[in-house]
């Protein structure tokens, strides 16, 4: 219910749901959603939690961002390839 016709939602207490046409897709919804809830918190803190002294993003400059992100041919799979050199860089080499 709480995700409804959106591809990714943020839940209280629970994190980021993502949905998408593949496992990369969903993936990738969810990290990049948690890396800006992250950046926002952060701005968040750094205003001293004065929500009202950050600026929002116009709802036209958000739209447009938005429809131009969904359409980036390749950015999903761009994006799954940079997390699974991140986790090699970590953990070493995975056999994926």
Known sequence: ????????????????????????????????????????????????????ALSPMPSGAAKRMSEEFDVQRGRDEAVWAYLEREVERVLGAVDW
């Open 1 to 52: 219910r709480a995700l409804g016709k959106r591809r990714a939602v943020m839940l209280a207490n629970h994190g980021v749901v993502a949905v998408g046409a593949t496992i990369v897709e969903a993936t990738v919804r969810a990290v990049l959603l948690e890396s800006a809830l992250r950046l926002r918190a952060d701005a968040l803190a750094a205003a001293g939690g004065r929500l009202s």
